[in-house]
């Protein structure tokens, strides 16, 4: 077993010699309104010799009491503070994210894989009081990576053990309702690669508390997992089927009391429960043509193209590990990581856009940007191309930007020059990127070359503190352009 393990490993690392791998973390984890503790090392595996290519974090029960659902709305809330904090100075961009009040779902990328993500679009269903309420349902963030088409659904299921048929139904609910502004994958099942994640809910359910208890005090897992809800369901219902978990070698993440590894001691005394899951759906092959249902020609073809694509350009899933973090206390849920290589073969292999500084930039004098497109991209009158500093956390934390159409100087087939005036460049300068932002494919997709900025001669010959140039700095990105 451990050499064909071994032998898989290799194939997914090497593959054909067109295929690149890569690394995958997720976390789901309930962190019932705590606020976020101060050390993320051993959540993210910060210490580990590999480091992902993605992180996708998944919450639930983030605090949204009024005054700081307000706050958060305005600013960043305290647990995406912290994971962009943490990631930055590793090189990882938060490239989207997106909250439905306790629910929040964040996607990291290394820097280098930020031009290859397009098509970037997130959405939300509610599936609480009456449909209205947003304290369960589902959020997801979809893109493409390097051409292949990735959802991931974060939800928040159901409570309680007799509500297993309601847990379905607000799933499947969830994944015919939601759908996204892209051709090639309108809906989440039309996905090449799904990931469902998050408090599922789901409870073991039969067995007694005495003999779950004495399972789990000796790791004897196995045999609670005939009666682990999910397992059971996934043997009548389709949709559940067509998903793949790993094995449950870990204890149930659900309800600890606080801070403590020990189990509801309160007078409910809940009975513990794997209800923080990571699934994923790898989209099936194509029947043989024996197999397949008549319908209409248009869908025909669509399935064919999509089939010699997918043929072509193979995308392969492996989980690495999968367990929780029990050294966390600050919620009753104990949060899981899922660890995975994607091995694929790159539909995409270059940015759509070059782009590069011209001449020495600084705040004493007027700068241009040049651009060029090296493949066709649906560009705007909303494209804009900011200055970030080395190490930028987000795809708004900029330092200034500018519209491409509206400052455009001088262009012809090959080049185009975008003005930069002085009065937005930062005076204290210092290592910075240029980033073009597509606004119909929500994403960037070029990256400039690292450039340094020079700090302004004029503010310092005219005697401003650094304290004062620190000030004025912060001023440059005071207009957002994604309020």
Not at 49 to 66: A, F, R, T
Not at 322 to 343: C, N, Q, R, W
Not at 368 to 396: A, E, M, R
Request: proline share 5%; charged share 25%.
């Amino acid at each position: 077993m451990e050499e064909n393990e071994e032998q898989l490993d290799f194939t997914l690392k090497k593959g054909n010699n067109d295929e690149d791998s890569f690394r995958l973390h997720m976390v789901t984890w309930n962190v019932a309104t705590a606020d976020p503790p101060d050390d993320m090392t051993l959540l993210l595996h910060l210490n580990s010799p590999k480091n992902p290519d993605l992180y996708v974090i998944g919450l639930q029960e983030v605090y949204s009491g009024p005054v700081r659902f307000v706050s958060d709305s305005l600013f960043d809330d305290p647990w995406s503070h912290l994971f962009m904090t943490t990631l930055a100075p590793l090189n990882y961009v938060k490239v989207s994210s997106i909250r439905m009040q306790g629910l929040l779902l964040l996607f990291f990328s290394k820097l280098e894989h930020v031009p290859f993500i397009r098509d970037i679009r997130a959405t939300y269903t509610r599936t609480g009081i009456f449909g209205y309420w947003g304290n369960k349902g589902g959020v997801s963030v979809r893109l493409s990576f390097y051409g292949h088409m990735i959802c991931f659904l974060n939800c928040h299921l159901a409570a309680h053990m007799n509500y297993a048929s309601e847990r379905v139904d607000e799933f499947e609910y969830i994944m015919g309702t939601q759908t996204f502004d892209c051709k090639k994958a309108q809906t989440i099942i039309d996905h090449r690669l799904v990931f469902w994640f998050g408090d599922l809910n789901f409870r073991i359910q039969d067995h007694g508390m005495h003999f779950v208890r004495t399972c789990i005090n000796n790791q004897n897992y196995s045999l609670l997992w005939s009666k682990d809800q999910l397992t059971m369901l996934k043997n009548k219902e389709k949709l559940l089927q067509e998903f793949e978990e790993g094995p449950l070698d870990f204890q149930p993440t659900y309800k600890f009391d606080l801070n403590s590894d020990t189990y509801d001691s309160s007078g409910k005394k809940r009975k513990p429960a794997w209800t923080d899951r990571i699934l994923w759906r790898l989209r099936p092959a194509a029947p043989p043509p024996e197999e397949q249902k008549e319908s209409n020609a248009e869908v025909d073809v669509r399935e064919l193209r999509q089939q010699e694509e997918d043929e072509e350009y193979p995308l392969k899933v492996r989980q690495e590990f999968y367990t929780s973090i029990m050294e966390y206390g600050i919620s009753d849920h104990k949060p899981v990581i899922g660890i995975f290589t994607l091995a694929l073969r790159k539909i995409h292999t270059t940015p759509l856009v070059r782009l590069q500084p011209e001449g020495d930039w600084s705040a004493d004098i007027d700068s241009i940007v040049l651009y060029s497109p090296l493949q066709p991209f649906p560009s705007s009158t909303w494209d804009w191309i900011g200055l970030y500093k080395v190490g930028f956390t987000s795809v708004s934390d900029y330092l200034t930007y500018t519209w491409v159409k509206d400052d455009q100087v001088a262009f012809n087939e090959e080049v185009t020059q975008v003005y930069v005036d002085k009065e937005e460049i930062p005076v204290q300068g210092g290592e910075c990127v240029l980033c073009y932002y597509c606004n119909s494919l929500q994403s960037i997709i070029g990256i400039s070359e690292p450039f340094r900025v020079h700090e302004s001669k004029v503010a310092i010959e005219e005697g401003l503190m650094p304290e004062k140039i620190n000030g004025l700095d912060q001023t440059v990105a005071s207009g957002d352009i994604f309020n």
